[in-house]
C-alpha cells in the first residue's frame, strides 16, 4: 500500500511538493486559508482539505507529513508530526534558527520517526552527475568552491512574508543562499571559520536582499557564496574546483536557464582543459527524485541525508553570519 500523506501549506511550495509524490497517495491538504486548501485537495482526488494543522499532523492513517508553510512554522509543525510517529519531510531550511530544530530531533528520538529535510538542490539532475563524477576522484582533492544564486524580486516584495523576520528569520540568506550552503556542505563537509556580510541595498526591509559569505573548512578549504534579490535576471552558478579538474554548474531549468553540467579535466601538462559538457534540458525531477529517496529512507529505514543535523549546520552558518553583520554595523554607528 502507498503511504498516505498530509501537506500542510498549500501555497506555492506545497502545491509544487503535490505534484512530486509519485508513490505515495495525498490524503490530506491543510493551510490556514481554506480556499488554498479546498484547492489543492481538488486537484487530487483522494484528498480532503483541512485548516486544522495540529489535527493534520497527528491524523490516524497519516505516514508522511510534508511541511510547506512559513519559516516560523515549520519546526513545530515538523516536531508535532515527528511525536505522532510520522515521517516527515521539511521544506528548507527547516526552521528559522537552529535551536528550533531540538525538539523536531528530540521527538523523532523518542518515536523513531524519519525526518528529512528539503534541500533538494542536491537532487538536480546536473548536481547528481556532477557528484558522481567528484566520487570517481576525477577532479581531484577539492581546493575552492564558489556559488551565485540570485533573482530581482517583484514588486511589493518587501511586504511580503519573507520581509518579515518574524515569520522568515532573514532575508536571502535563509531563502536562496541556505542552499548554497547546504551544497557546499555537501563537498567539502563542516566549516571551521565563517564571515559575511548581509546587506539590504535596494529592498526597504528589515530583512537582508543580498548575502556574502566566506567558508573555510579545518583543511583550509574555502567556499565563497553569495545570494541575491538584486540580480534582476534569474542566475545559479556553482563551481566545484579540484587539484585535477573542475565542475561548474550552471542554470536550474526554468527561468534559471537549461540545467548544464561542463566538467573541465586538467591535462598532466596543463594548458587548455579537456572539456566535456551535458545539458538537461527535460523538465526538473529534482523534488520527485528527492521524494523517493525519502521512500527508500524509510523502506530501509535509514536516516535521510540531508537530514536534521544537515539542517541545524547550515543554519548555525546563518546565525553566525548575521551576528558577524550585527557586530559590524554596531562599529559602524
Not at 516560523?72 to 515521517?87: E, N, R, S, Y
Not at 557528484?131 to 581531484?140: L, N, T, W
Not at 582543459?273 to 529505514?301: K, V
Not at 541545524?312 to 551576528?323: F, G, K, N
Amino acid at each position: 500500500m502507498p503511504p498516505n500523506i498530509a501537506i500542510v501549506g498549500c501555497g506555492l511550495i506545497g502545491s509544487k511538493r503535490a505534484q512530486a509524490l509519485a508513490g505515495g497517495r495525498l490524503a490530506i491538504c491543510c493551510d490556514v486559508d481554506r480556499g488554498r486548501a479546498q484547492a489543492l485537495a481538488a486537484a487530487h482526488p483522494h484528498a480532503e482539505p483541512a485548516t486544522d494543522w495540529r489535527a493534520a499532523a497527528i491524523a490516524p492513517g497519516i505516514d508522511i507529513v510534508i511541511v510547506a508553510t512559513t519559516h516560523d512554522m515549520l519546526a513545530p509543525i515538523a516536531a508535532t508530526a515527528a511525536g505522532a510517529g510520522k515521517h516527515v519531510l521539511i521544506e528548507k531550511p527547516g526552521a528559522r534558527r537552529a535551536s528550533e530544530l531540538d525538539a523536531v530531533a528530540e521527538a523523532a528520538r523518542r518515536t523513531g520517526a524519519l525526518v528529512r529535510i528539503g534541500f533538494s538542490h542536491r537532487y538536480h539532475r546536473a548536481f547528481q552527475k556532477a557528484r558522481a563524477i567528484f566520487d570517481s576522484g576525477a577532479v581531484g582533492p577539492l581546493l575552492f568552491i564558489r556559488g551565485r544564486y540570485g533573482h530581482g524580486g517583484r514588486p511589493g516584495y518587501e511586504r511580503e512574508w519573507r520581509a518579515d523576520p518574524a515569520l522568515s528569520g532573514g532575508g536571502e540568506l535563509l531563502d536562496q543562499g541556505v542552499h548554497l550552503i547546504d551544497l557546499a556542505r555537501w563537498f567539502l563537509g563542516d566549516f571551521t571559520r565563517v564571515t559575511g556580510r548581509t546587506p539590504s541595498y535596494f529592498w526597504k526591509m528589515p530583512v537582508e536582499d543580498n548575502a556574502f559569505l566566506l567558508l573555510e573548512s579545518a583543511a583550509g578549504q574555502i567556499a565563497f557564496l553569495h545570494a541575491g534579490w538584486t540580480e534582476w535576471k534569474n542566475l545559479f552558478s556553482f563551481e566545484i574546483c579540484g587539484r585535477d579538474g573542475k565542475l561548474e554548474i550552471t542554470g536550474l531549468g526554468g527561468s534559471y536557464g537549461t540545467e548544464r553540467l561542463t566538467f573541465y579535466k586538467m591535462h598532466p601538462e596543463m594548458g587548455p582543459p579537456e572539456t566535456t559538457a551535458w545539458e538537461f534540458p527535460m523538465a526538473d525531477n529534482s523534488w520527485e527524485a528527492e521524494f523517493a529517496d525519502f521512500l527508500e529512507d524509510i523502506r530501509l529505514n535509514r536516516q535521510p541525508r540531508p537530514g536534521i543535523q544537515d539542517a541545524h549546520a547550515a543554519l548555525r552558518i546563518v546565525e553566525r553570519v548575521y551576528q558577524v553583520e550585527r557586530v559590524y554595523q554596531e562599529n559602524a554607528t
